[in-house]
């Protein structure tokens, strides 16, 4: 069924402190809306300095789909009460308008502009804009408003010197590298479980879909939505941000050398359908940057990327080749409506175990046919994951496994982890998250989207969005900051201007 880690286990029950310091970091993506639950047309305001260069708050592919970024962290109460003060310092300074608590977007006019993030004159800033305009031009600016949360995610150096015989500076890029590689080859096969814990996207609203028709089942409700009853996160879905027309890749996760390789590819080699677009159009305006499968690396849409911090200038491809992989980024989570700042400590937590658990599990290598395989089961618990009875096929094998057993098999193991974690915290956190999650496998209606698609059905969601985002702007402009105060917000946003006007006079 799901590999046996029972010796790996036992490694890290006698090395417990090989995972103390594991480090993280937060982005969460938003949509500006107004009091009516449309969509904001307000510039990105002013207040929050450049966000080309602002180190916390900035914007993803439109003005209104604000972005807050944390900085990496090794404690999970801080890393959170950082995010909250993004949203405190932000919603104190967004007027009437308010944070859309959901992936899927709001209801969007027919034929509505969207204004893409705009990011000053420089060449850089140009290029983001560009980039964006081909986005729009390539797969419709619809499917770019869709929010998402990214969890980045890192094991601590003293793991790789226990576990993999990490020794020095000359082999640890290698052995690090393989090791994350791993990690995302285990995650393809069983990374199914965060859509079916954590999708919060059940149903649209009908407008986003402008005319356009989908093989999939929908059902239509009176209030203007289109929803599936046994689905879990529409946003990951054919109709969301995993485009499709980028499976022939051939990329792949066996080694580092092969995954650069294959992403450098992409970026350099002309699409047919890309082509008869061109890169200008009559006015000599910006249509895409250029007619590659993958205008830039950004715009491979996978849900788990291995990452490296990059120097200015430089290319994510080219960070990891020098490098080596530093973390991975997780990107198949929904914003979590029930939480004010989109994810919970319980959702930190599991994916603390779980990746885990994906590293030290044995992954045998994985060809770019058997990772379409695996996005069957994806696909499976996307659209009928709580399904009475769901089944899923594992590594391509005949057997059908029940959803729930595998649930339970899977959390046998992440109880263990999570004993070893919580011996480095007062109370037993990471145990009662598996206590908790484990029955989601019992009774898929306790899934984030299984509690969520009745008050859809009940309310519409426009109205549920509008009251989650009303309960979240009281709840915020009544609370202290915590970690940051006013002065820090004030400072950032001068020096972003400051760093932008800078780039922008010394751009040639």
């Known amino acids: 069924m799901i590999p046996d880690v029972s010796q790996a286990l036992s490694w890290l029950e006698s090395h417990p402190d090989s995972i103390k310091g594991i480090r993280r970091g937060i982005e969460r993506e938003t949509l500006r809306v107004n009091p009516d639950g449309l969509l904001a047309t307000t510039p990105h305001p002013k207040c929050f300095g450049s966000p080309l260069t602002h180190k916390w708050i900035t914007t993803d592919f439109a003005e209104a789909l604000l972005e807050f970024i944390t900085p990496v962290d090794d404690d999970i109460d801080h890393l959170l009460a950082f995010l909250s003060d993004l949203h405190r310092y932000t919603y104190k300074n967004l007027g009437k308008e308010l944070m859309w608590p959901m992936s899927m977007p709001c209801k969007i006019h027919k034929n509505q502009k969207i204004q893409l993030a705009q990011y000053g004159s420089s060449s850089l800033g140009q290029m983001k804009t560009q980039y964006r305009e081909g986005l729009k031009n390539r797969y419709g600016a619809l499917m770019q408003i869709i929010a998402g949360v990214h969890y980045n995610f890192s094991l601590p150096l003293s793991f790789w010197k226990s576990w993999a015989n990490v020794c020095n500076e000359k082999n640890e890029k290698e052995i690090i590298s393989a090791g994350y590689l791993q990690m995302i080859r285990n995650y393809y096969r069983l990374g199914w479980v965060i859509p079916y814990l954590f999708g919060a996207s059940p149903a649209i609203c009908s407008s986003f879909m402008q005319g356009q028709t989908s093989a999939l089942p929908f059902e239509y409700s009176e209030s203007g939505m289109l929803f599936l009853p046994h689905a879990t996160s529409l946003r990951l879905s054919e109709i969301g941000y995993l485009n499709r027309s980028q499976n022939g890749l051939d990329i792949t996760f066996n080694n580092l050398e092969d995954y650069i390789f294959s992403l450098k590819k992409a970026i350099r080699t002309p699409s047919e359908k890309f082509i008869t677009m061109g890169t200008k159009d009559k006015n000599e305006n910006w249509i895409q940057l250029n007619t590659n499968i993958l205008q830039i690396e950004d715009e491979l849409y996978i849900p788990i990327r291995p990452k490296r911090i990059t120097k200015y200038g430089e290319a994510q491809s080219d960070a990891l080749k020098h490098r080596g992989i530093e973390y991975v980024e997780v990107r198949a989570l929904d914003i979590n409506p029930f939480s004010p700042i989109g994810i919970s400590s319980e959702q930190i937590r599991f994916l603390d175990m779980f990746l885990i658990w994906c590293t030290i599990a044995n992954a045998p290598e994985i060809d770019s046919l058997g990772l379409l395989n695996t996005r069957k089961n994806w696909d499976l618990i996307i659209t009928e994951g709580r399904k009475c009875g769901q089944t899923i096929n594992i590594d391509c094998q005949e057997t059908q496994y029940l959803v729930s057993e595998v649930g339970k098999n899977l959390f046998y193991d992440l109880n263990r982890i999570g004993k070893i974690l919580d011996n480095f915290n007062k109370y037993p956190d990471y145990q009662k998250v598996c ?44 609370e202290s900051l915590k970690v940051l105060n006013t002065r820090c917000f004030i400072n950032e946003a001068r020096q972003s201007k400051l760093n932008q006007e800078k780039l922008e006079a010394s751009d040639v």
């Open 435 to 478: 206590q908790n999650l484990q029955r989601f496998f019992e009774n898929p209606d306790l899934t984030y989207s299984g509690r969520l698609l009745p008050l859809l059905q009940s309310n519409g969601l426009k109205n549920t969005g509008l009251s989650l985002a009303w309960q979240y702007k009281e709840k915020f402009n009544h």
